[in-house]
């Protein structure tokens, strides 16, 4: 993209009412504008990211088996009146009458639904075990939005629900959805610690939140530093086998990991007091086994290996797709501005013209920005170097290739990494060969 020519509205000044780092460079970067309390419209640098972070879900899902689907975001009230949660949900619901006076309700999450649909069909425990997902927008109205796109009352959430013949194969399917989640933090290049969270009155040990952690965050966290350097995924896993996932699920409970709803000091205590940290995180993902509450309340069955009617063993299975892009800012940014990941990035790159009308220049820049259009962003404006520099630290493109006519004169470009302010003298093949 030329920036010259496209919608990328930056600030200088730093916007009054945002509080957080990353609420300010979404503002100042482009990325969002508020359209009411809690909801926004994504410009276009902003719907890349959403756009990216999406579609590593989406890989991730489907490489464990989940198949997605896409529900309405306005919901019947009838469905949630039959499992019982229509008044138990409270003010959070946006309810909403047609002209028939009929109740509806934007969804704030799609168990009713989803187990509505799915329950209607499937007949034996032949077809189970299955994962479906959505990546679809939820409305839920927060009493105190916030933080921008990270307590929205409109926000964009991957949703997933799993049908399980019996408890063992719930529990696979947990797992399964635990390794999708924690390949989908490492491709999006953030740490997200999966920490034990609150089950309610279900129990038992399946419900995990995933935090991004950070002084700005809104959940209390209890974890044993040896966490900082695990990698969860070291060793293979193959998803169709039970042993497999096992393993993988007790190297990953192997230490200490709590939030605060859910921390017990007992266990607490016999983490190395110098390995204990506590501080604060950001709920990025959370995933849950809640058993036959849906399936019973709706009365959905299938028939059992023996011909009795069984109810299905289900989990749901949460990403914040849209507070991602916030939490992701919060984790990697400094004072001049965001540090995209590269598999998140917008642009792969910022091509800074210093000299726009050098004949030298421009023709170089052409070359380069031609090569990958749609990868590029083009600073090709006839501003002045600092502004440029500027800018592109601000929106945080993990490279900047800098063109100045010195350089250019000899095919050379000076390259950036944002992460780390490295700098590399280059020919523009080499340059093209470290960025694309
Ligand atoms: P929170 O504790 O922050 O209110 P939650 O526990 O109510 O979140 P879940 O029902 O677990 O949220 O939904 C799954 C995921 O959706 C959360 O882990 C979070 O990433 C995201 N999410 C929930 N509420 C919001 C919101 N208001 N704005 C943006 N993302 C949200
Ligand atoms: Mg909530
Ligand atoms: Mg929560
Ligand atoms: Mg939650």
Redesign the pocket.
């Known amino acids: 993209m030329r920036l010259s020519r496209s919608f990328l509205p930056t600030l200088k000044e730093t916007p009054a009412d945002a509080q957080i780092a990353s609420h300010r460079l979404m503002l100042r970067a482009g990325l969002v504008r508020q359209t009411a309390s809690?909801i926004y419209t994504w410009l276009p640098a902003g719907l890349k990211v959403l756009r990216n972070i999406a579609n590593i879900v989406r890989e991730e899902q489907d490489r464990v088996g989940a198949q997605e689907v896409l529900m309405a975001t306005i919901q019947s009230a009838e469905l949630w009146k039959r499992s019982g949660r229509y008044d138990a949900y409270g003010p959070e619901m946006l309810r909403i009458k047609d002209r028939h006076e009929r109740e509806l309700l934007y969804g704030?999450?799609n168990e009713e639904v989803i187990t509505d649909v799915v329950g209607q069909e499937l007949k034996s425990y032949k077809e189970l075990p299955q994962i479906l997902y959505q990546i679809q927008w939820?409305f839920?109205d927060?009493i105190r939005?916030r933080f921008g796109?990270?307590?929205?009352?409109e926000?964009?959430?991957k949703?997933g629900y799993g049908f399980d013949i019996d408890y063992k194969s719930a529990v696979d399917t947990y797992r399964k959805m635990m390794l999708s989640y924690l390949r989908t933090f490492q491709r999006l290049g953030v740490r997200a610690v999966p920490m034990v969270a609150d089950t309610g009155p279900i129990g038992g040990d399946l419900s995990h939140?995933?935090l991004i952690l950070a002084p700005t965050g809104?959940?209390g966290v209890f974890y044993d530093g040896a966490l900082d350097t695990l990698d969860w995924l070291a060793d293979p896993v193959d998803v169709d086998k039970s042993e497999d996932l096992e393993k993988f699920f007790k190297n990953v409970s192997s230490y200490y990991a709590a939030t605060d709803e859910k921390h017990d000091e007992k266990a607490w205590e016999s983490v190395p007091a110098e390995r204990r940290r506590e501080g604060r995180g950001?709920?990025?993902?959370?995933i849950?086994y809640f058993g036959t509450k849906y399936t019973k309340s709706m009365d959905i069955t299938v028939a059992g290996p023996d011909g009795t009617p069984v109810h299905p063993e289900m989990g749901s299975y949460?990403?914040?797709v849209?507070?991602?892009v916030g939490?992701i800012i919060e984790a990697s940014h400094d004072d001049a501005g965001v540090i995209w990941p590269d598999n998140v990035a917008p642009f792969k790159a910022a091509i800074l013209n210093l000299k726009v009308g050098d004949e030298t220049c421009d023709t170089l820049c052409e070359a380069l920005y031609n090569k990958a259009p749609e990868q590029f962003l083009y600073d090709d404006r006839s501003d002045r170097a600092g502004a440029k520099f500027a800018d592109a630290d601000l929106m945080g493109h993990p490279w900047q290739i800098i063109v100045g006519p010195r350089g250019a004169k000899e095919g050379k470009v000076e390259l950036k990494r944002r992460a780390t302010g490295e700098r590399f003298e280059l020919t523009v093949d080499e340059a093209l060969v470290k960025v694309l």
């Open positions: 809690g704030p999450t939820k839920r927060e939005p796109v990270m307590r929205g009352r926000f964009y959430m949703d939140e995933f809104e959940s950001i709920e990025v993902a959370h849950f949460g990403i914040g849209s507070r991602l939490a």
